[in-house]
């Protein structure tokens, strides 16, 4: 929903804040003061071309900016995410447009392209009355309406699982497809694996392996030191027969100092980690044995594991994982005809699936565009278009192929005129009669797509009494399901707003200027008798305001 639209320095706009709610909301004003650029300000927000011709004279840049709440705007936050421009349930656009023709934008304070501004905004305002604005135009976003107006929800789910389900199965053909002849892949893999299968790759044996060719190495020098230290461990001149005859000279001096027993019972432990170091000494001795053949045996073991490296080019420890997935491939390439040729039933069954699910979905929105067409038709005539007629016609795609939308495509069309064939939507030239059209498109869908803010300009364009009466309540009762912004030039339709602001014009320092203001109750009554009785404003006219507010239950009436 939109909360607030700043404009400064825009066509002939200084600066203005507006802040919007809930409902309908319209704008009105003099002939020439203005009312429409709020409708523009949005529409370049959205992601219009950039027009110098909308700054305001003598200013180096017009700047717009709006913020939206997206509580109740889950694709909008999904895009905001997916972009990285998300920033809790708040958004914000802001665009500048320079006089020498360049223009920026931003996405909550983020740099971002036009495309990215538009793409975001198609998912927060619906424009309805100028057909660059036009979202309904957009054949895709025809089908989004006709499929929430029918609430094919569950076809749409069935429909797109399908059309995963045959596509992944195709994508596997054709990788499958695409490998060709493998039997030489095979024989390659076969020998680089038999060669990697004849030795001992596991990363603990590597490691074990590197340990004993350096013990066996250096035997002759490890086993010279185990001996010489083992000499000094053992025999009268030993280094515990030292330890003992020290601890024997200082506990006849105990008695004369109380902390030699600390230095006692430090040298016991001395002599204890002697006598265990003494036998684990003797034993790593014993394990030590001089034997070329072996070592020569440890060298060739080795020199092997680091040719496999280099020719699989992988450290030696990752050589049993290469083994492993050498293994992985053959079983994947051994199996792949097999697997090719099973795939077609797979195929073909995921396909039926498909065609079935697209069927149902067909038949639903068969059903959908006839209610969608003569409820749009019957509202068309109660909107001032007598003899206009709207259907919704289905067209297959003729493409036998997973569409995760269905078999076919939607194309609204559209007479103003008894006798005359309908044409498609985006074809009508009237911007009056294009934005009663999709007002009565929107009301007979009961606003069911996804953009929360709609905006109607000239939607009260060629009209006026009761038809004027009928487009002002039909807007209120859009207004009670979505935000609805209306620029109007009729008191019908500006008494069935929830709020009201007025555009007016004045000359200042040789220029001419807008303002927006918000009317209060007093303020509404008194626009609505200009409206009504032009400049003059008479007592007739102001009782004719309040009447209309009193009959729209609008405060003010009074």
Not at 166 to 183: H, I, K, T, Y
Not at 410 to 425: H, K
Request: a negative charge; charged letters at 25%.
């Amino acid at each position: 929903m939109l909360k607030r639209l700043s404009i400064k320095d825009f066509a002939v706009v200084s600066a203005t804040e507006l802040e919007f709610g809930p409902g309908l909301t319209v704008v009105s004003g003099e002939t020439g003061a203005g009312k429409s650029l709020i409708v523009d300000a949005l529409g370049f927000l959205s992601g219009l071309r950039a027009d110098a011709g909308m700054v305001r004279h003598g200013a180096r840049r017009a700047e717009l900016d709006a913020e939206f709440d997206l509580g109740d705007s889950p694709l909008a936050l999904d895009w905001l995410r997916e972009q990285e421009f998300d920033d809790g349930k708040a958004c914000q656009l802001r665009r500048t447009l320079r006089a020498d023709g360049g223009s920026r934008a931003w996405v909550n304070g983020r740099p971002a392209t036009l495309s990215q501004l538009g793409a975001l905004a198609a998912l927060l305002v619906e424009i309805h009355g100028q057909h660059e604005h036009q979202a309904l135009l957009s054949r895709g976003s025809q089908l989004v309406l006709l499929d929430a107006f029918g609430r094919h929800e569950a076809e749409l789910a069935a429909v797109a699982t399908a059309a995963h389900a045959w596509s992944s199965l195709l994508q596997e053909r054709a990788r499958l497809s695409a490998a060709g002849d493998v039997s030489d892949r095979i024989d390659f893999l076969e020998h680089q694996h038999a060669e990697l299968e004849r030795e001992v790759l596991e990363p603990d044996a590597i490691e074990e392996l590197v340990a004993a060719h350096r013990r066996q190495a250096h035997a002759t020098e490890l086993v010279e030191a185990c001996d010489a230290a083992l000499e000094r461990l053992g025999g009268d001149g030993s280094l515990p027969a030292v330890v003992q005859q020290l601890r024997g000279a200082l506990a006849r001096m105990q008695a004369h100092e109380s902390r030699l027993g600390e230095v006692d019972a430090m040298l016991d432990g001395a002599a204890i980690q002697l006598d265990e170091a003494a036998v684990l000494l003797d034993r790593v001795r014993a394990d030590l044995d001089i034997d070329p053949d072996h070592l020569q045996t440890q060298e060739h073991r080795l020199s092997r594991l680091h040719e496999l490296s280099r020719k699989h080019r992988v450290p030696p420890e990752e050589l049993a994982a290469h083994r492993d997935a050498l293994a992985a491939e053959l079983e994947s390439l051994a199996g792949s005809a097999k697997r090719l040729a099973g795939l077609e039933g797979e195929i073909g069954t995921a396909a039926g699936a498909w065609r079935s699910a697209a069927a149902r979905l067909g038949k639903a929105r068969a059903r959908a565009a006839t209610a969608l067409g003569k409820a749009t038709t019957a509202l068309i005539g109660e909107l001032g278009m007598g003899g206009g007629r709207f259907e919704v016609a289905l067209e297959p795609t003729g493409d036998d192929a997973p569409d995760a939308q269905g078999a076919e495509r939607v194309e609204f069309l559209v007479t103003a005129n008894a006798g005359q064939p309908p044409r498609p939507l985006r074809k009508v030239a009237s911007g009056g009669e294009l934005s009663r059209i999709s007002l009565a498109i929107e009301v007979a869908a009961l606003g069911l797509d996804a953009v929360q803010t709609m905006v109607f300009d000239e939607v009260d364009s060629g009209i006026g009494g009761n038809v004027a009466g009928i487009v002002g309540r039909k807007l209120r009762d859009l207004g009670n399901r979505r935000q609805v912004l209306c620029v109007t030039h009729l008191p019908q339709v500006a008494a069935q707003g929830h709020a009201h602001y007025r555009v007016s014009k004045a000359e200042s320092e040789g220029m001419t200027q807008s303002a927006v203001r918000l009317l209060d109750d007093a303020g509404r009554q008194e626009e609505l008798a200009r409206m009504l009785g032009g400049i003059e404003v008479s007592r007739e006219a102001r009782a004719a305001a309040r009447r209309l507010l009193r009959e729209a239950g609008e405060p003010g009436a009074g």
